[in-house]
């Protein structure tokens, strides 16, 4: 199994991108799929995630710091989930891990988690 995290790089304060986590070697349509962050000389953090909600329906949980700004999603056909990130700000600098559940747990906590993707640097400038 592996998550491929892509799309990061570097962008102004107010700019937007969009992630992106492609999974292989198995489905997490009903899984739990989410995103974390790490800043330098900070511990890793909790940014959104996606919980399997039943009838092809997700429910989906934000960070307070990011809420109303990203917005996280699937697309169950392609393996892949997306975190398109808005209205960024110097402090969303980071590096970007996906990661996926084979499990339970909570999905806001790190290690609800077995599988993480390598990381995407994302850089804001002010």
């Known amino acids: 199994v592996q998550l491929q995290a892509s799309g990061g790089g570097l962008m102004q304060a107010g700019g937007s991108l969009r992630l992106s986590c492609a999974a292989s070697g198995r489905t997490f349509s009903r899984n739990d799929m989410g995103w974390f962050r790490q800043a330098p000389g900070k511990e890793r953090e909790f940014v959104a995630a996606?919980?399997?909600?039943?009838?092809?329906?997700?429910?989906?949980y934000y960070g307070e710091s990011v809420s109303g700004r990203f917005f996280i999603s699937r697309d169950n056909a392609k393996n892949t989930m997306y975190l398109q990130m808005n209205s960024l700000k110097p402090e969303d600098t980071a590096i970007y891990y996906c990661?996926?559940?084979?499990?339970?747990?909570?999905?806001?906590?790190?290690?609800?988690?077995?599988?993480w993707g390598q990381g995407t640097q994302v850089t804001v400038s002010s």
């Open positions: 996606s919980s399997w909600a039943g009838r092809s329906s997700y429910y989906s």
């Open positions: 990661a996926a559940n084979s499990g339970t747990g909570s999905p806001r906590v790190a290690y609800s988690y077995d599988y």
